[in-house]
């Protein structure tokens, strides 16, 4: 049996035999139970390597990703195709994304190839990119997923969202600034993963890079200019 549960910020991760039981927070709720342990292990490669090295583990969920959001991710192994893609909405997806790349979720030998990775790609290309104000909000949950371990799909997700952003853009450019809001560690994470898609046309990168550090300048120069005008006479 695995034990999932919301202890301090932290999913605790327990092999006993063969069933699967998720905890809500504080051991108060059970979400999924009585599901074979061997789905996991053949859906998910991270707890996979986790559980391989040991019977008990504790992981510490990455920034921005709650632990509802991860629980949801898990149960979607135990379901059907459409299991997966009813549980995603716009608020949703940068959430299941994250959680999805962080876990390494996959279908497993044998099984539905349609999993919560595939469920959330399908999503994004039929309701978000297809939709400005769409792709506008899911560019802004993202940010909330930039500074931990779910970085790397969540710019993945980032960047899909900026070319359709940059290509239905009526020049508002709102979405540039919400970029340039980025602190630079996590805007650096999102370069990264612009440089790795965009590989062969660096345009857009150029143009968010240039946007971000005019914006950063700016911002600089206020904060100087404010800081002598704070001065003791």
């Given at each position: 049996m695995f034990v999932f549960s919301n202890f301090t910020n932290r999913l605790l991760?327990?092999?006993?035999?063969?069933?699967?039981?998720?905890?809500?927070?504080?051991?108060?709720?059970?979400?999924?139970?009585?599901?074979?342990?061997?789905v996991i292990t053949s859906r998910s490669s991270y707890l996979r390597r986790?559980?391989?090295?040991?019977?008990?583990?504790?992981?510490?969920?990455?920034?921005?990703?709650?632990?509802?959001?991860?629980?949801?991710?898990i149960a979607t192994c135990y379901g059907?195709?459409?299991?997966?893609?009813?549980?995603?909405?716009?608020?949703?997806?940068?959430?299941?994304?994250?959680?999805?790349?962080?876990?390494?979720?996959?279908?497993?030998?044998?099984?539905?190839?349609?999993?919560?990775?595939?469920?959330?790609?399908?999503?994004f290309f039929h309701e978000v990119a297809t939709d400005h104000g769409r792709a506008a909000g899911v560019l802004r949950c993202c940010a909330a997923f930039l500074g931990g371990e779910a970085a790397g799909p969540a710019a993945d997700l980032?960047?899909?969202?900026?070319?359709?952003?940059?290509a239905s853009d009526s020049g508002s450019g709102r979405w540039l600034d919400d970029v340039a809001a980025l602190p630079v560690e996590e805007f650096l994470v999102a370069v990264e993963a612009m440089r790795a898609r965009f590989a062969h046309d660096h345009d857009l990168m150029y143009t968010v890079v240039d946007h971000y550090l005019e914006v950063r300048t700016q911002h600089e120069f206020a904060t100087g200019c404010a800081w002598f005008d704070r001065r003791p006479g």
């Open positions: 991760v327990c092999s006993l035999k063969s069933e699967v039981i998720i905890l809500h927070p504080n051991f108060a709720k059970i979400l999924t139970s009585h599901c074979s342990q061997d986790l559980l391989s090295e040991s019977s008990d583990v504790a992981i510490a969920l990455p920034a921005g990703l709650t632990f509802d959001a991860c629980a949801q991710a059907s195709s459409d299991d997966a893609a009813a549980a995603l909405s716009p608020a949703s997806l940068a959430a299941a994304w994250a959680a999805a790349g962080w876990l390494e979720l996959g279908p497993g030998a044998g099984r539905d190839p349609y999993d919560l990775a595939h469920a959330a790609e399908d999503y980032l960047v899909r969202c900026l070319e359709v952003l940059a």
